[in-house]
């Protein structure tokens, strides 16, 4: 299994990104998905996260302002992220665990909100 993340980068507060997670080797609309973000010093936190029957989730802080969705065909995870604050700096991670509660990580992607 890989997932493979990208689509982050410098943007300027109240900017916009969307950061997409590609997935090889398995399906990810058959499993639990989410978007994780780490901040130096801080530990690793949940943003957003997707469920097999596409119900969502998110953290207080990005409520309103980010949106996690998925693409079957392209078996990729996506996070919209609009409104972004110099809070929201972080490395972004995607997650999947499967059924049997095996969790696979992608490498990060780092998100700088400066400006």
């Known amino acids: 299994v890989q997932l493979q993340a990208s689509g982050g980068g410098l943007v300027q507060p109240g900017g916009s990104l969307r950061l997409s997670c590609a997935a090889s080797?398995?399906?990810?609309?058959?499993?639990?998905m989410g978007w994780y973000r780490q901040a130096p010093g801080n530990q690793r936190e949940l943003v957003a996260g997707i469920t097999s029957a596409g119900s969502t989730n998110y953290a207080d802080s990005v409520k309103g302002r980010f949106t996690i969705s998925r693409d079957s065909a392209k078996n990729t995870l996506y996070l919209q992220m609009n409104s972004l604050k110099p809070e929201d700096t972080a490395a972004y991670y995607c997650?999947?665990?499967?059924?049997?509660?095996?969790?696979?990580w992608g490498k990060g992607t780092q998100v700088t909100v400066s400006s």
């Open positions: 997650n999947l665990v499967t059924y049997g509660g095996t969790n696979y």
């Open positions: 080797r398995i399906i990810i609309s058959t499993n639990r």
